[in-house]
């Protein structure tokens, strides 16, 4: 599986927009990149996923090079809420028996 | 839709007890997870099951943990005997199956949190 490389940590205010990037240099051909975000004391929840290019949904964009050595989750005008862990994870079809491996993720700190 | 469900919330034990976790996917998913999360670190995957055959469980520690999942519903992860470091958040979660090379959204339940004495 491709092993992720993401910032420990990041610090924003409220209103900017964020952009947390993730290295995989050994992406696979038909890996996919899947980002989730967990609050304190929750698990884990689906924000988005792409293969290539850029994918949009109602929470976030996530933007994917040609290259695909790298991908970009964007949050869109941050609030406090949007404290959180993000984690970028990189793998092929569950079908090969693959699972998602969960790195240590970018813990996102949101101020007023 | 109801959510991932699990029991207990939380659970105490002293080390070389027994503990059991229990774990109701959403209604459809034929996929099963169960993850542990050590304080500070992202959620490792213990075993995943597909309906009621197990599909991955390499990082399973086999001599102190067994998941079961019968009918391919419910599902019990247990602990036998525990130790100091099995103190984490024990974390359920369930998928559809997707046919393509997507992984499925996984859905997660508000997990177990172990504490080893």
């Known amino acids: 599986l491709a092993k992720t490389t993401q910032p420990i940590s990041m610090d924003s205010y409220e209103g900017q927009e964020v952009n947390i990037t993730c290295s995989h240099n050994n992406i696979a051909t038909n890996d996919y990149i899947t980002w989730y975000q967990q609050f304190p004391s929750q698990g884990p929840r689906f924000i988005i996923q792409g293969y290539k290019t850029k994918v949009t949904n109602e929470v976030a964009s996530l933007f994917i090079p040609a290259d695909r050595k790298s991908s970009t989750l964007s949050l869109p005008r941050v609030s406090l809420s949007d404290t959180a862990v993000y984690y970028c994870?990189?793998?092929?079809?569950?079908?090969?028996?693959?699972?998602?491996?969960f790195g240590k993720g970018t813990t996102l700190s949101v101020s007023s | 839709e109801a959510g991932v469900a699990q029991s207990p919330r939380y659970k105490i034990i002293e080390k070389r007890q027994s503990v059991a976790f229990w774990c109701n996917p959403i209604?459809?998913?034929?996929?099963l997870y169960w993850y542990q999360q050590i304080l500070g670190q992202g959620p490792k995957l213990l075993i995943q099951f597909q309906n009621n055959g197990v599909v991955d469980d390499s990082q399973l520690p086999k001599d102190r943990f067994s998941a079961e999942r019968l009918k391919g519903v419910d599902s019990t992860l247990k602990i036998q005997p525990a130790k100091l470091e099995d103190s984490a958040v024990y974390l359920c979660?369930?998928?559809?199956?997707?046919?393509?090379?997507?992984?499925?959204?996984?859905?997660f339940g508000p997990g177990t949190r172990l504490t080893v004495l």
């Open positions: 979660a369930s998928s559809y199956r997707l046919a393509g090379g997507q992984h499925p959204e996984q859905f």
């Open positions: 209604s459809g998913h034929a996929t």
């Open positions: 994870l990189v793998g092929d079809s569950w079908q090969a028996g693959t699972a998602l491996i």
